[in-house]
């Protein structure tokens, strides 16, 4: 939304990076390719809904013309991995949130 409300032009916007904790799901991976995001940084793979793999075998596929501007930004995953997964496991120990627990616990169980 900033990058729209500042009215980036697509060669600043393929310049804006995106760190994350975990990887992006269907959704927030979406989000990131529709506002032209040049490249995703990522801590932990998301076994249950991670979405990169999937969607860049679609692009690959799908080849997508030169003279449209949609493209899939560069993705690096690991960065900080196991600090993060540290992270989701205090965060299961801690107790606070039960509603969430089996989709952080499947993290904090990652090797």
């Known amino acids: 939304m900033d990058a729209d409300m500042k009215k980036l032009s697509l060669k600043d916007r393929f310049q804006l990076e995106l760190f994350t904790n975990l ?18 940084f990522f801590a932990v793979e998301a076994p249950d809904d991670g979405a990169v793999e999937f969607v ?35 965060y299961v120990e801690s107790g606070e949130d039960k509603r969430g627990m089996v989709f952080v616990r499947s993290i904090a169980e990652l090797k």
């Open 23 to 40: 990887e992006p799901c269907l959704m927030c991976l979406g989000t990131a390719i529709s506002s032209f995001v040049g490249k995703v």
């Open 56 to 90: 860049s075998k679609e692009f690959e596929l799908r080849k997508l013309s030169s003279s449209n501007p949609w493209h899939f930004p560069e993705v690096e995953g690991g960065l900080l991995r196991e600090q993060s997964i540290q992270l989701f496991r205090e």
